[in-house]
């Protein structure tokens, strides 16, 4: 099965300091099964965490996958997006 690869959107470029996080969003496309190996495999998480995650970004639209610097978190985001999901890079809190 093919897939689109979509690039990771990043919210600000500005500075790679402090926390960052890769915001996951719901598709039509992708099955649950399809979700949950890639969030373990992009962010070496749990079986138990992804299933958590993918249900919370199917349930509500979204979801925040993983949480560390903004280099790693582009990477991972990477990993995400190859499978056709939407992913975005942001700060974790607002400045």
Partial sequence: MS???LEPESTSKN?????WMVMMFNNDVNTIDEV??????????????????????????????????????????EVISAIGLRTEVEREWAD
């Fill in 36 to 77: 949950i190996e890639v969030l373990c495999r992009a962010t070496q998480c749990g079986l138990d965490e992804a299933e958590i995650e993918a249900w919370e970004a199917h349930t509500y639209g979204k979801a925040p996958v993983h949480f560390a610097s903004q280099d790693e978190c582009t990477s991972v985001a």
């Fill in 15 to 19: 500075s790679s300091s402090g926390r």
């Fill in 3 to 5: 897939h689109t690869v």
